[in-house]
């Protein structure tokens, strides 16, 4: 089993910032890669980045690719999405996500650990 807890969301005008952690705990096997969802109302949950844990390759959705950036703490077990430039259409609720496999996908079906989600607002 494994744990992921989300922080770091909120409110922030159009052009600004937000940083998100993910802090996961227990069983280091079901981890191996990491990746950072959203959803709004209404929608499919949309892959927005993921890493693996013992690689430095990192994955972008085009719509983030170039403001957002995805990192990890290993020893910290804490992955950040670094949101930058951030817009209104980046509104959504943002979920952090674990599986087994050192592979990062952007099928939300591929991941086996969620996050309860953290709420990110960009007012215009």
Do not use: H
Not at 100 to 122: E, F, I, K, M, P
């Amino acid at each position: 089993q494994v744990q992921l807890v989300e922080s770091g969301g909120g409110v922030v005008q159009t052009g600004g910032s937000l940083r998100l952690s993910c802090t996961a705990s227990g069983t280091p096997s079901g981890s191996r890669a990491m990746g950072w969802f959203r959803q709004v109302p209404g929608k499919e949950r949309e892959f927005v980045a993921g890493q693996p844990w013992l690689s430095p390759s990192t994955y972008y959705a085009d719509s983030v690719k170039g403001r957002f950036t995805v990192s990890r703490d290993n020893a910290q077990n804490t992955v950040y999405l670094q949101m930058n430039s951030l817009k209104p259409t980046d509104t959504a609720i943002y979920y952090c996500a674990a599986r087994g496999l050192n592979l990062v996908t952007s099928r939300a079906s591929d991941y086996d650990y969620w996050g309860r989600g953290t709420q990110v607002t960009v007012s215009s």
